[in-house]
């Protein structure tokens, strides 16, 4: 890795006055261009450009330092790509690598993680800086650069989450009230560089998308709120820290799931809707659970923006919860799908693991519990979940679930759906699974599970371990699918439209039907070829499963 070095002289406490300048290479850069890439072909890496910027400083020295979004190699200069990150989860990370890399940073410039900026770019603003702490802002406010003393990061960090990364006033005066120490902001000659969003070097899918979904305002209120807070109560370091993400369900399983995995997490408490309590409960979350009774944000835009949710939901949670918990929201505040990591991994770095280690990803870390039906492998038992997912485009198309089924009966298979009387058309029959505990009932009734993108895939697979298919359309498959292997497999085409992020239409071939979808006859095939491989089934016309078998 190449690391600049900037040597500063402080030629008083309060003022940065820049120095010198040399670079120093202490890792050849050949040996990133040597590094191979261990993720499936799903996961190719795309070089991404440095847009995460810190510097730190000791009394004699500095070292600046160039970071870049994770796309898989796990290198030194990478961060995990995370949506449910808000911007002041970065700026505890880049402290994280700072500290770690030159342990005798005395202060810290962070670049706001919102913006793509290099520690360059800083260098050249450093003299505007004239006191520590204190925020660097355009003209119009907007916080450029972050000067932090080490004890921000050292002196439980969990407390630096609400910063707003959008207003430098209200920043300020959070940081004045948790280093007991006047934050000055000063203003750059720099231009307005709102609104956001602003792409990262043309990668538009890294943007942060505040300003178009005015989800900066969720992140002023946080900010106001935890101001409110430690103003107003004097024990406020016992104050818990609490993740705002109460839906959707399978969204919930995947921030409990993440929760159990994760050693010192930033967050004590998890809000999460009345209607999916029994979520987090099931999959033994380490989060105290905070119940949020309003319904679920619906899926389809136009009922209510996050925002208008998140300003809803604290009025609903009342003044006792509000004033005595440090409410982060981490609702998506980039395109998921832009990662290619996992949604639990993504929880997981929230949380405040480092994801520094290819081990800790979904990808490469052993299921806590893998099950299989005990029932005889004739007839052979298969449940579909395929439709009834919120998103009309998520839902299988309606043709290709026919001639599914037609194929599967013809071999003699028992076919469970669930929630679709139309299929009992042709052969299927249709349960209801309208709770945790009635899903896993019907799961254990049958060989193999085949489902969306939804909460019953996650649920079947990452919490029972059951034999699963997943079946990937408009969404990526990276980002909420399983490890692979004998017991889990997934179905899709793989076009270069995916992901999408539509709704309900197409935006490539038109009309209300996902191409990405895999057809039924190479479906039907793959669930065959899993209970052949699982279960040692065959039927006329399929030869037993191999000695040594393909896994």
């Known amino acids: 890795m190449q690391c600049e070095v900037a040597v500063l002289l402080l030629s008083r406490p309060d003022s940065i006055a820049l120095w010198s300048c040399r670079t120093i290479l202490d890792t050849p850069m050949e040996t990133r261009a040597s590094l191979r890439n261990d993720f499936p072909v799903k996961f190719r890496r795309k070089v991404r450009p440095s847009m995460l910027a810190a510097i730190g400083i000791d009394a004699t020295r500095s070292e600046i330092f160039n970071f870049r979004y994770n796309a898989g190699a796990f290198s030194d200069d990478e961060i995990l790509d995370s949506a449910t990150s808000p911007p002041s989860r970065y700026i505890i990370e880049l402290g994280r690598r700072v500290l770690k890399a030159m342990p005798s940073a005395e202060m810290i410039l962070v670049g706001n993680p919102a913006l793509p900026l290099r520690a360059e770019q800083i260098l050249e603003w450093a003299s505007e800086i004239g006191a520590c702490p204190s925020i660097l802002g355009d003209a119009e406010g907007f916080p450029l650069v972050y000067c932090l003393p080490r004890r921000l990061f050292e002196q439980n960090e969990r407390f630096l989450l609400p910063l707003s990364t959008v207003v430098a006033a209200i920043d300020a005066r959070l940081i004045s009230l948790l280093s007991g120490q006047e934050t000055r902001c000063f203003a750059s000659g720099h231009p307005s560089v709102s609104p956001l969003p602003i792409p990262y070097g043309g990668d538009g899918g890294s943007q942060w998308i505040l300003s178009s979904h005015q989800r900066d305002l969720a992140l002023r209120l946080q900010c106001v709120n935890a101001i409110s807070i430690i103003e107003m109560n004097d024990r406020w370091r016992d104050v818990p820290t609490v993740n705002f993400h109460p839906n ?73 919860i509000v004033q005595n918990n440090f409410i982060i929201f981490t609702r998506f505040l980039r395109n998921y799908g832009h990662s290619i990591f996992h949604l639990i991994d993504q929880a997981r770095f929230s949380l405040g693991d480092s994801m520094m280690e290819k081990k800790r990803t979904v990808q490469h870390h052993p299921l806590a519990v893998e099950s299989r039906c005990a029932f005889p492998a004739k007839p052979l038992r298969i449940l579909f979940h395929l439709s009834g997912t919120g998103w009309a485009l998520k839902s299988y198309p309606r043709h290709y679930c026919a001639t599914l089924c037609k194929i599967l009966v013809g071999f003699g298979c028992d076919l469970s759906v669930i929630g679709d009387p139309e299929l009992e058309t042709f052969g299927a029959s249709s349960v209801s699974c309208d709770d945790v505990e009635s899903l896993k009932r019907a799961v254990a009734a049958h060989h193999i599970f085949v489902g969306l993108d939804s909460f019953p895939h996650h649920f079947v697979r990452h919490v029972m371990g059951w034999p699963t298919i997943g079946l990937f359309g408009n969404t990526k498959t990276c980002n909420s699918d399983a490890a692979g292997g004998m017991t889990y497999r997934t179905a899709a085409n793989y076009l270069p439209c995916n ?11 038109d009309g209300g039907e996902c191409q990405n979808y895999i057809e039924p006859e190479p479906l039907a095939a793959l669930i065959l070829d899993m209970a052949r491989d699982v279960y040692g089934f065959t039927v006329s016309g399929l030869s037993p499963k191999p000695e040594n078998g393909p896994w």
């Open 248 to 320: 959707h369900a399978g969204d919930v399983l995947f921030w409990s799931l993440a929760s159990r995995d994760v050693e010192g997490m930033l967050y004590q408490r998890h809000i999460v809707c009345r209607d999916y309590m029994e979520i987090p409960r099931v999959c033994d979350s380490r989060l105290d659970l905070i119940s949020l009774s309003q319904a679920p944000l619906a899926r389809i835009e136009g009922q209510a923006s996050e925002t208008t949710y998140f300003i809803q939901a604290l009025k609903t949670l009342g003044e006792e």
């Open 499 to 509: 992901p999408c992020g539509s709704l309900d239409r197409c935006l490539a071939f």
